[in-house]
């Protein structure tokens, strides 16, 4: 059975209901005590509270009933807060404009129209303010594991890695990825960063009871149609609920878009790439926003070319071969945060390497000069790479530019990542940085291109700024 019970949606009823009648009051109490709008006209008198006490009552039931249609009080994975806001203005506006219609024949001198419209201000402020607190909360019950659902994905090929990269690029989904399972035996035993490989479908009836699986997302292709049907009655019988993602021919998700006509359901397959109207606007804002960072930082990058000078001998700038778009080699301009002689060091290193896949790093490099250990700390040796956004060989969004030697142990999923050009700052970099696993920080990257936007870099720019000023993940 699942975990979570219908608890939370039973308080969030209540909770609304009481910030409906307190809305009412505040109304009742602006339009009859503090005289805020014109005075009574003729024929009208200040009526009490309790004259409006069945207005509130059915108020209440209307909100209530309107927002459930809405859908407010069902989980929507991916909702938006202002999905929320809009579902509150379209249900307060037709649940207001109902009960007006309805006092308007029953009793139509007692009750003030600015006391209507006061209400419904209200409503949506101050329930709108509740879910805004709601998910300032969130996030910090997540991480104790409430109100997450335990989800087991069966299947890694195309298919299923792209459910988890949209699951691990949006927490707000509030699943929980507990493992997966794959009878490709390689796969199936093959972690995936921190997503554990559980073996096949053979140990399915074992982790639904073990794991506390909430829920089990099938991702096999369509030729397993006798082992999805098995799947899903097993996981009935368990009382565990099931899903089923279509396979549509194994491509990504992100190539995939939904259309119809007249009701019928129309598939298409789109580019995963960002397409060339979105390049010439990515480009453009690539220009802009190099050049009005480099006039900004123009007096730190001095001050700091100074400090490199006089704490240790070398180049200021360092200078370092990394991959971009299509795998095409550039120069990559960076502040010189080592020692000389860092890079013919690194063989005598290997034993201290802190990340995974094929990255190096080291938490506390000892070869970072006294300078570069704040430079990398804050990320500001990254600073002399505004010009190469400037020259379009990088974008101040986009993968972090990999090393020839990296690419050469990619896996081919891995590859996707170099569709775009990399990037001063990136999905990943803002969701942990050096703390996330590689295949996770792919999986990231992946994501973005599938679901790029001039928003999701305005998004990621903003997320940056706390990012490098906390240090969070940084070495």
């Known amino acids: ?38 005075p009574l006209g003729e024929g009208f008198f200040p009526q009490p509270y309790s004259a409006y006490i069945p207005l509130a009552i059915v108020l209440t039931i209307f909100c209530i009933a309107i927002f459930r249609i809405e859908g407010l009080y069902f989980p929507a994975r991916g909702r938006t807060f202002l999905d929320e806001v809009y579902a509150l203005i379209n249900g307060t506006t037709t649940a207001t404009l109902l009960i007006m219609a309805v006092t308007f024949f029953v009793r139509p001198l007692v009750y003030s129209r600015a006391v209507y419209v006061y209400a419904a201000l209200l409503i949506v402020i101050l ?15 997540r991480k104790r594991g409430i109100g997450v659902d335990r989800v087991l994905i069966v299947g890694t090929g195309e298919v299923g890695r792209a459910l988890m990269r949209n699951i691990v690029a949006q927490p707000d989904l509030a699943y929980h990825i507990v493992g997966f399972v794959d009878d490709n035996y390689e796969r199936g035993h093959t972690d995936i960063g921190r997503l554990k490989a559980l073996g096949g479908t053979e140990n399915l009836r074992d982790l639904l009871r073990d794991c506390l699986v909430d829920e089990v997302i099938v991702t096999l292709p369509w030729t397993a149609r006798e082992k999805i049907i098995t799947i899903m009655e097993l996981c009935q ?13 194994q491509l990504s998700l ?36 190099s050049t009005a960072l480099i006039v900004l930082f123009a007096p730190l990058m001095a001050l700091i070319a100074i400090l490199i000078r006089t704490d240790s001998a070398g180049p200021i700038i360092f200078r370092q071969k990394r991959i ?3 795998g095409r080699p550039f120069i990559a301009y960076k502040f010189r945060s080592m020692r000389l002689g860092a890079e013919e060091e690194m063989a005598h290193l290997t034993n201290l390497n802190e990340a995974d896949g094929p990255l190096f790093k080291i938490r506390n490099d000892p070869r970072h000069t006294r300078i570069g250990r704040w430079l990398r700390r804050m990320s500001l040796d990254e600073l ?56 996770e920080q792919c999986m990231l990257d992946i994501y973005y291109i599938e679901n790029w936007s001039p928003w999701l870099d305005m998004w990621i720019m903003l997320r940056t700024i706390p990012t490098v000023l906390l240090a969070r993940g940084a070495y």
């Not at 329930?127 to 019950?141: C, G, H, K, T």
């Not at 019988?237 to 021919?249: E, H, N, Y």
């Not at 259309?259 to 979105?278: F, M, Q, Y």
């Open 1 to 38: 059975m699942r975990r979570h019970s219908r608890w939370p949606i039973a308080g969030q009823l209540l909770l609304d209901a009481a910030l409906i009648n307190i809305a009412i009051a505040l109304a009742w109490y602006i339009r009859y005590e503090l005289l805020l709008t014109v």
């Open 127 to 141: 329930l709108a303010a509740a879910r805004a607190i709601e998910r300032l909360i969130r996030p910090r019950l």
């Open 237 to 249: 019988r368990m009382g565990v609920a099931a899903q089923v993602v279509p396979d549509l021919f």
């Open 254 to 289: 992100g190539r995939v878009a939904m259309d119809d006509v007249g009701g019928i359901p129309l598939i298409s397959v789109r580019e995963t790439k960002i397409g060339t109207w979105n390049s010439a606007i990515k480009r453009l804002i690539d220009l802009l926003g």
């Open 324 to 326: 971009g778009r299509g």
């Open 384 to 439: 002399p790479q505004l010009f190469n956004v400037l020259r379009g060989e990088m974008s101040l969004v986009g993968p972090r530019p990999p090393l020839l030697a990296e690419v050469e142990r990619y896996q081919d999923w891995h590859k996707q990542r170099l569709q775009v050009s990399p990037g001063m700052t990136g999905l990943w970099q803002v969701s942990g940085r050096s703390e996330l696993p590689f295949d």
